[in-house]
C-alpha cells in the first residue's frame, strides 16, 4: 500500500511563494502512478489541483491554478512536489497529495485516488 506525507506548506502574504512535498513510500516501480493534488478549503468541497502521470511525465492543471503552480519533472512517485506562485487568499486550503495506479493519464484529472495523505495547511493573506 502506498504511503504519503505532504509537508512544505505554511503561511504567506497574497503574491508569495511556496513549495509543498510529497514523500511517497511503498509504491510498485512496475506500476506507473497519476500522482495528484487536491485542495480543501473549509465548508467546500475537495477540488482537484494538479497532477503528473508517470508513465510520461505529463503534466495536468485545474484552470484556477494554470500558469501560477507547477508540478516540477523528476522521480514523481517518490518524491512529489508542487511550486505555487503568484498566490492568492482563494488559494488557502488543506492541500492533499494523493496517488493511484494506473494505465493511462487520462485518470490524473479525476477524483479516482485511492491513497491519500493527511493533509498540509495553506494560508494565503490578503
Known amino acids: 500500500q502506498v504511503q504519503l506525507a505532504e509537508s512544505g506548506g505554511g503561511s504567506v502574504q497574497a503574491g508569495g511563494s511556496l513549495r509543498l512535498s510529497c514523500a511517497a513510500s511503498?509504491?510498485?516501480?512496475?506500476?506507473?502512478?497519476?500522482m495528484g493534488w487536491f485542495r480543501q478549503a473549509p465548508g467546500k468541497q475537495r477540488e482537484w489541483v494538479a497532477a503528473?502521470?508517470?508513465?510520461?511525465?505529463?503534466?495536468y492543471y485545474a484552470d484556477s491554478v494554470k500558469g501560477r503552480f507547477a508540478i516540477p519533472l523528476g522521480n514523481a512517485a517518490k518524491m512529489l512536489s508542487l511550486h505555487m506562485n503568484s498566490l492568492k487568499p482563494e488559494d488557502t486550503a488543506m492541500y492533499y497529495c494523493?496517488?493511484?495506479?494506473?494505465?493511462?493519464?487520462?485518470?490524473?484529472?479525476?477524483?479516482?485516488?485511492?491513497?491519500w495523505g493527511q493533509g498540509t495547511q495553506v494560508t494565503v493573506s490578503s
Open positions: 503528473i502521470y508517470t508513465g510520461d511525465n505529463n503534466t
Open positions: 511503498a509504491y510498485r516501480y512496475s506500476n506507473n502512478y497519476c
Open positions: 494523493a496517488a493511484v495506479p494506473t494505465h493511462s493519464g487520462t485518470q490524473c484529472r479525476t477524483p479516482a485516488y485511492v491513497y
